[in-house]
């Protein structure tokens, strides 16, 4: 029962995480291009902090402390295990990429909305936008290492 209670949790974080991630670079983007000034971004600018509170903070905690405490009570080496290893390293990687530059750019994001300031916004988007997907790349080779075990 606890097994499979921190498998579903585990499933469930990583699809919210990853779901948030996509989701949210596809919505912005959509509102980005309907802007007519900056100001109108501010809205958009906001909901990605949310979001990110709720969805890139909490359920990667989840994924992590579920995948340790399944590895654990598998005896499973957390660094000895090829699948293991390389997702905790593909997650550590999409992390630092959020933490050193999308976090900034987000801070940008909504300085520039709420200055309507659309040179501003728009080199703050673009960087946001590009890392935000190549960010994105080690979460999918993530999921999939997890999945394939090999």
Not at 16 to 25: A, I, K, P, S
Not at 72 to 96: C, E, F, H, K, N
Not at 110 to 117: E, R, S, V
């Amino acid at each position: 029962m606890l097994d499979a209670l921190l498998k579903s949790l585990h499933v469930i974080a990583a699809t919210l995480f990853l779901g948030n991630v996509v989701v949210t670079g596809i919505w912005a983007a959509l509102v980005f291009r309907a802007r007519t000034r900056a100001a109108d971004f501010a809205v958009a600018a906001r909901a990605i902090w949310v979001t990110d509170i709720l969805f890139s903070m909490i359920t990667p905690t989840v994924l992590v402390v579920t995948g340790v405490v399944q590895a654990q009570r598998r005896a499973l080496p957390l660094l000895g295990t090829p699948w293991i290893r390389d997702s905790i390293l593909l997650l550590v990687g999409g992390t630092l990429l959020w933490l050193v530059i999308l976090i900034p750019a987000q801070v940008q994001l909504g300085q520039a909305a709420a200055a309507d300031d659309d040179a501003a916004l728009r080199r703050a988007y673009r960087r946001w936008t590009v890392v935000g997907w190549l960010a994105t790349v080690p979460l999918v080779l993530s999921v999939w290492r997890m999945v394939a075990k090999s």
